[in-house]
C-alpha cells in the first residue's frame, strides 16, 4: 500500500468507524457466538502472497463483528465505562502515524514534553496538591501509565525498595531477603484484584483490610491490622486506598487512613481509575480530601474522561522514589543534551524510569486533543450527565418495591438485586444475559449476588434507561411468575 492508496483507504475506514459509532445502537450489544467461533472462519495459515484492502476490509462484518462486544452502546451498562471521543480517536491517528519511542527526551522531545504538560494540566482540573506537580521546579510529577493495574504495580515497586533501603540503614545486619520475607502490603476487602496480583508480582505479602457497612476502609481498622502484623515482627509498607471500588463504587475514608500511613512510614497508593474522573466536578472533589497524605495517586482517563484505552494518569508526589527504584542508564540511551543548565526538564527525562516497559506511545496526544477540544466545562457536563442518569436508574428502582438498592448511589454506578435469595437474582441475570438487549455484570457484596448497571456510553441518554428498566422489570416479572409456579409445585 502506497501513499496514494493509504490517502483512499484511510478515509473509507474512517467513513466506516463514523458509521460504526453512529449506529451502534442498531446493533446487538452482546454477541451471539460460542468459544471458537473464529478459527474456522479464517486460514489455517497466513497467506503466502498479497491480498486485496477489500478482500480483508470485507472480513470485518464478516468475521470480527459478530464476535465483538459492542462497549460503545447505549445499552452497554457493564463493569464500568471505556472513553471514547472522536478527537482522541484523531489523535491515536496522528500517535501511529508518527510511531515514535518516547522512551526519553531525545527519543522523541515532544513526546516527553507534552506528557510533563499534560499531566500537569489535569492534575490542577483536579485540584491535586501543588507538590503532585512537575511545574519547573517540582518535585513531584505525573506520568502515563497503559492502566491503573501499572500504576499500582509500579507504586509498590517503588515502596518495597525504598523500605528496604531504609530498614537496611537502621538494621544493617539485615539482607534484603530478611527484610522482603518480613513485608506485607494492605487493601481494602473490596479493592481490585489488580492489587494483589501486584503483591504477587513483587513478591511480597498481601492482607486484606475489613470495609466497613459502607464498604469503606476506615483508620480503625488499618490500624488494628497494623498493630498485629508489627507485633508478629512484619513489615508493613504499603497501603492502596481505593476511590470508587469496583463493586460499588466505595470511598475509602483517606483523612483517617493517610496520617496512620505517613506515621509508620507506609506508602500510601490512591486507586481512582473510576471515579478520578468525577473530581474535576467541584462538587464531586471533597472524594479526594486526604490525596495530601499519599505518596502517589492514580486515575484513568480512559474510562470516564472521553480519552480512549490506554490512558492511566499517575503522580508522584517525589517522583525520586521511582526513578532511584527503576534507573538504568546504559550509554546507548544518553544524550548530551541531559548535562545541559538550560534543559526544560532539569529533573529526569527519562519516563522509561517510571514504568515497567522501555517503549511507550505519544499518549498524551490524546490527552491534549480532548482537552482542548471539549474543554473543562464540556468534560464536566459528561461526567454530571452520566451521574444523573445513574440516579434516573435509582429512582426507577426505588419506585418497584420488589426490588432494593444495595449501595449508596455517588457516581454513575448502581447496585441493585430482586429482593429474595441470590439464586433467584441469578437467575434475572441470566434471563438477561439470553435476551442480549442489555449488557449488565454482577458482583458480591457481602453474602449477596448483585447486579451492577453502569452508565457507560458516550451517547447513552435518559430513553436508553428507561427501556433497560422497563426490561429488566418484565423479565422480573415473567422470572418471579415461574418462580412461584415452581415453589408452588414442589
Not at 502515563?144 to 538494621?171: D, F, Y
Request: proline fraction near 4%.
Amino acid at each position: 500500500m502506497d501513499a496514494a492508496e493509504f490517502r483512499k483507504r484511510g478515509k473509507e475506514m474512517v467513513d466506516y468507524i463514523a458509521d460504526y459509532l453512529e449506529k451502534i445502537d442498531k446493533r446487538q450489544v452482546f454477541p451471539d457466538v460460542e468459544p471458537g467461533y473464529l478459527r474456522p472462519l479464517i486460514p489455517d495459515c497466513a497467506p503466502q502472497d498479497p491480498e486485496s484492502f477489500e478482500d480483508v476490509f470485507k472480513d470485518i462484518e464478516k468475521i470480527i463483528m459478530p464476535g465483538v462486544t459492542h462497549w460503545h452502546s447505549p445499552y452497554f451498562f457493564a463493569y464500568f465505562p471505556v472513553a471514547s471521543s472522536f478527537p482522541a480517536l484523531l489523535a491515536d491517528m496522528l500517535c501511529g502515524g508518527i510511531g515514535c519511542m518516547g522512551f526519553s527526551w531525545a527519543a522523541s522531545p515532544a513526546c516527553t514534553e507534552l506528557e510533563t504538560v499534560m499531566l500537569d494540566w489535569l492534575g490542577k482540573m483536579i485540584n491535586l496538591p501543588e507538590e503532585f506537580l512537575a511545574g519547573k521546579d517540582g518535585q513531584g510529577g505525573g506520568v502515563i501509565q497503559g492502566s491503573a493495574s501499572e500504576a499500582t504495580l509500579i507504586s509498590l515497586l517503588a515502596a518495597r525498595t525504598k523500605t528496604i533501603r531504609r530498614v537496611q540503614s537502621e538494621k544493617p545486619e539485615l539482607t534484603e531477603a530478611d527484610i522482603m520475607g518480613r513485608l506485607v502490603a494492605y487493601a481494602s476487602d473490596q479493592a481490585h484484584s489488580s492489587v494483589e496480583r501486584a503483591a504477587l508480582i513483587g513478591g511480597v505479602k498481601m492482607k486484606n483490610v475489613s470495609s466497613d457497612d459502607m464498604f469503606s476502609v476506615c483508620g480503625s481498622a488499618l490500624r488494628k491490622v497494623l498493630d498485629e502484623d508489627k507485633a508478629a515482627g512484619l513489615i508493613p509498607f504499603f497501603f492502596c486506598a481505593t476511590l470508587g471500588t469496583t463493586p460499588c463504587c466505595s470511598f475509602d475514608k483517606l483523612l483517617e487512613l493517610g496520617p496512620i500511613c505517613n506515621k509508620e512510614s507506609i506508602w500510601m497508593h490512591i486507586d481512582a481509575a473510576y471515579a478520578g474522573s468525577a473530581f474535576i466536578c467541584p462538587e464531586f472533589r471533597h472524594l479526594l480530601n486526604g490525596v495530601e497524605f499519599a505518596d502517589s495517586f492514580n486515575f484513568n482517563p480512559h474510562k470516564w474522561l472521553l480519552v480512549n484505552f490506554d490512558c492511566s494518569a499517575m503522580w508522584v508526589k517525589k517522583r525520586t522514589d521511582l526513578t532511584d527504584a527503576f534507573k538504568l542508564d546504559p550509554l546507548y540511551l544518553q544524550h548530551h543534551h541531559q548535562e545541559s543548565g538550560n534543559f526544560i526538564i532539569k529533573w529526569d527525562d527519562y519516563y522509561f524510569h517510571w514504568q515497567i516497559p522501555l517503549g511507550r506511545r505519544f499518549r498524551s496526544l490524546k490527552l491534549w486533543f480532548v482537552l482542548r477540544m471539549y474543554g473543562v466545562t464540556g468534560l464536566q457536563e459528561h461526567i454530571r450527565k452520566h451521574i444523573r442518569l445513574s440516579h434516573q436508574f435509582e429512582h426507577l428502582v426505588l419506585q418497584d418495591e420488589r426490588f432494593e438498592i444495595c449501595a449508596e448511589v455517588v457516581l454513575g454506578l448502581v447496585c441493585f438485586r430482586l429482593k429474595g435469595s441470590n439464586e433467584l437474582n441469578k437467575a434475572l441475570l441470566k434471563s438477561i444475559d439470553e435476551a442480549k438487549k442489555i449488557h449488565l455484570v454482577p458482583c458480591q457484596l457481602r453474602e449477596k449476588f448483585v447486579l451492577r448497571f453502569a452508565i457507560c456510553s458516550r451517547i447513552v441518554e435518559s430513553t436508553h434507561i428507561k427501556f433497560a428498566w422497563q426490561h429488566i422489570s418484565q423479565l422480573a416479572t415473567d422470572l418471579l411468575k415461574t418462580w412461584e409456579q415452581n415453589h408452588h409445585q414442589q
